[in-house]
């Protein structure tokens, strides 16, 4: 994600539409969500046919990582 927002998120993703940014743009597409009351953040998927099953947040801290063994 290059940002995130209470209403909205900017994500970049290498397997959704493959064609070059606009100059400037450094996301691949933008996804509505909000903020429940109890603090859980819901998103849309901005195509009818698919439906979101998770993220991955690349950070240089590991506390909460998973190790993905290698095959």
């Known amino acids: ?24 743009q450094d996301y691949s597409r933008v996804l509505d969500a909000r903020i429940s009351k109890d603090g859980g953040y819901w ?7 698919a ?4 993220w991955v947040i690349q950070t240089d801290d590991d506390l909460h990582a998973e190790n ?3 095959r």
Do not use: F
């Open 1 to 24: 994600m290059t940002k995130v927002l209470p209403d909205r998120l900017y994500l970049v993703e290498q397997n959704v539409g493959h064609q070059v940014w606009p100059e400037g």
């Open 51 to 54: 439906s979101i099953l998770g």
């Open 68 to 70: 993905i063994e290698a």
């Open 43 to 49: 998103l849309r998927c901005s195509y009818g046919d």
